[in-house]
Every structure is written in C-alpha cells, then in structure tokens.
C-alpha cells in the first residue's frame, strides 16, 4: 500500500510520468471494465481516456479505504453505465429471460470460428454475449483476480448476489462449451 500511496502522492504533485505509471498499471482493468459493457469501439476508446481524467480529478478524494484497483474500477464501471443509460444504448440486463437453448454464436460459424481461435478466444467470445452484470462479474473475479468484497464494493451488490451471478455466468459458460465441444472438463 505505501508503493500507491507514494505513486499518488507523486501524481497530486504534477508528476506527469506517475501518472503515467498509474494508467499503465491499470488501464488492462478500465480497458476491461469498459469493454464489457459498451460496443462502440469509439466509444470504449473515449470512455477509457474520460476514465482517467475522472480519475486524475478525483484522486486527492482517494482515501485508501480499499485497494486503488477497486476505486478506478468503480469508476470506470459506473462510468459505463452513466453512459449505457445517458444514450439509452440496449444492452441484455439479467432481468432478461435467457432462453438456455439459445446459441450464444451462429451454428454456422462454430465450427470454423473455433478451428481459426484458441479455447481462450472462444470463451471470451462466449463471455461478451452474456448479459452485462454477469461479463462484469466474471471479469472482475476471473481476469482481474478480485474478491467478492471488492466485487461488491464496485458494483454496489450485496456479496449473495456476487456468488449467484458469478455461479451463474459459469453455468452457462460451461453448458455452452460442453455442448459445442464435447468436453465437460474444460471448465
């Protein structure tokens, strides 16, 4: 924790190459955060730039209640969704009934698609036609290697809810790679 407090200290200074350190170390989360949520590759680009410069303008509020992680992760999430519900852009809520026959990618394009990408690929690809939260989710936790209660802190979800979507998520994932590859010990 010294090693962020001495960065941010550096940066409320003026220290332009700090805050340089500071978006390399996190720009792979915002880029995610983002990422998950908004398709407008415009957009993810402007909303990750807007991330940090809300970041930088904030950062003297920073009090080291958790992790600098956690905090620019809840910006960038919460950014994502002021600008989803700014622009009434649609995206698939949990509210929404999923139909677990659907296919999350054509039929015809599995095949091909999986013999031209890696397993990795692939589910990624999986990952971005789930509804929203569960992306979050799922980012957070598998990618970024976050805990629940940072999970929680940055979405503003109650931990129980955490678990379910994250047991969800994996559900469907699973479901969906068993069926087009046949192989249950994937996931």
Not at 22 to 46: A, C, N, T, W, Y
Not at 115 to 121: I, K, R
Request: with cysteine.
């Amino acid at each position: 924790m010294n090693n962020e407090r001495d960065l941010i200290s550096q940066v409320l200074a003026g220290d332009l190459h700090a805050f340089r350190t500071l978006i390399d170390q996190h720009k792979k989360l915002v880029m995610h955060m983002i990422g998950r949520l908004v398709k407008s590759e415009e957009d993810k680009e402007e909303l990750c730039q807007d991330v940090f410069i809300r970041v930088y303008n904030k950062l003297e509020s920073f009090s080291f209640n958790s992790k600098l992680s956690t905090w620019i992760a809840t910006i960038a999430y919460r950014y994502a969704i002021n600008h989803i519900r700014k622009n009434k852009i649609a995206y698939t809520d949990i509210s929404d009934n999923i139909d677990s026959n659907s296919n999350f990618i054509s039929d015809q394009n599995t095949e091909a698609s999986f013999e031209e990408q890696d397993l990795d690929n692939y589910v990624l690809k999986l990952v971005d036609q789930l509804p929203a939260q569960y992306k979050i989710i799922l980012t957070l936790y598998h990618l970024e290697g976050m805990t629940y209660p940072e999970i929680c802190q940055i979405t503003d979800m109650p931990e129980g809810t955490v678990k379910n979507y994250l047991f969800r998520a994996r559900t469907m994932l699973k479901e969906k790679v068993k069926k087009h590859l046949g192989k249950e010990e994937l996931l």
